[in-house]
């Protein structure tokens, strides 16, 4: 069973949506993330929930997806300068950040970039870099960790830096960044977890 839905709306940190049930019951609903595929996501559980013989109501579903917390997907951490963490470390991951950054009202795109060597690094860089303006490739504390030279070797036409830890990188991001700028940390659950760490510390 593949659930029919749609978007009603979307804005920044909210999304309003639809979606039909196997059972033809259909569920309006309002979910508290970016990026239209949380919702696709979130409609696809209420319609499991519901073929799987789970009792609930339409005002449960509400009230159940109105308090979801989704850390480090597509997550805003700070404003002016905008900072969202996401914790992509694939390239259809990296296409739906991409998609969701979209929507978002910017001057210029700062991306702090770091990937596990493993990764398809370069399909997912493809995707971010024609969206950014300045890109810091860096590097968590793993040892899967690929090399900035590495990734900065792909950054053709794009002005990079590098540096050699996610907060270092933070750093630089912050001192160039403007009120109106966004900066996008991804790349792995690595980086997106050191970064969320690194600005949990700071709130």
């Not at 499991?48 to 308090?67: D, I, K, N, S």
């Not at 996401?86 to 700062?110: F, I």
Request: aromatic share 6%; proline share 7%; net charge positive.
């Amino acid at each position: 069973f593949v659930p029919r839905g749609r978007l009603l709306s979307r804005r920044p940190g909210m999304l309003r949506f639809e979606v039909e049930g196997p059972r033809g019951k259909a569920y309006r609903c309002a979910l508290p993330a970016w990026g239209a595929h949380q919702a696709g996501n979130a409609g696809t559980a209420l319609a499991l929930l519901e073929a799987a013989g789970v009792p609930f109501t339409r005002a449960q579903a509400r009230r159940a997806l109105a308090r979801v917390r989704l850390p480090g997907r597509v997550e805003v951490v700070a404003r002016r300068p905008w900072v969202v963490v996401d914790t992509a470390h694939n390239p259809v991951a990296a296409r739906a950040l991409a998609a969701a950054l979209r929507d978002l009202p910017r001057r210029r795109t700062v991306l702090v970039f770091g990937a596990s060597a493993d990764k398809d690094y370069v399909a997912m860089l493809r995707t971010l870099l024609p969206g950014t303006d300045l890109a810091i490739f860096t590097r968590a504390r793993s040892p899967r960790a690929a090399d900035p030279r590495e990734l900065a070797r792909h950054a053709r036409n794009i002005p990079a830096l590098r540096a050699d830890s996610v907060e270092r990188a933070l750093e630089a991001a912050r001192a160039v960044a403007g009120p109106r700028d966004t900066i996008v940390v991804t790349g792995s659950f690595y980086v997106a977890g050191e970064a969320l760490a690194r600005l949990g510390k700071e709130a």
